[in-house]
């Protein structure tokens, strides 16, 4: 089984940053992809940004020029660099990964973790 942990979730003011990482570990023997979703209070789940283990990526267009993604595929890691945050990035985040082992692709998710952005 793979798991995802993920750190750098809290509260920040407007304006503000935050970097947000994500470690896969497990039996994968491939990641084809990773990236975050999330969803705001009394909204439905939308992508964020994904990066291929190739290194191509793509942003929601509310987040372009603000967000960074990048990857560490030696680690299996993934990190989010929020910046200029605005109150409606607050949400729960969740990692993902897209993966093969032994020829199946499988998709993995972190438990979530609560980005707050204030006024």
């Known amino acids: 089984q793979v798991q995802l942990v993920e750190a750098g979730g809290g509260l920040v003011q407007a304006g503000g940053s935050l970097r947000l990482s994500c470690a896969a570990s497990?039996?994968?023997?491939?990641?084809?992809?990773m990236g975050w979703y999330r969803q705001p209070p009394g909204k439905r789940r939308e992508l964020v940004a994904a990066?291929?283990?190739?290194?191509?990526?793509n942003y929601a267009d509310s987040v372009k020029g603000r967000f960074t993604i990048s990857r560490d595929n030696a680690k299996n890691t993934v990190y989010l660099q929020m910046n200029s945050l605005k109150t409606e990035d607050t949400a729960v985040y969740f990692c993902?990964?897209?993966?093969?082992?032994?020829?199946?692709?499988?998709?993995?998710w972190g438990q979530g973790t609560q980005v707050t952005v204030s006024s």
């Open positions: 497990g039996s994968i023997l491939r990641v084809n992809a």
């Open positions: 990066i291929t283990s190739g290194g191509s990526s």
């Open positions: 993902y990964l897209d993966g093969s082992r032994y020829g199946l692709s499988y998709n993995y």
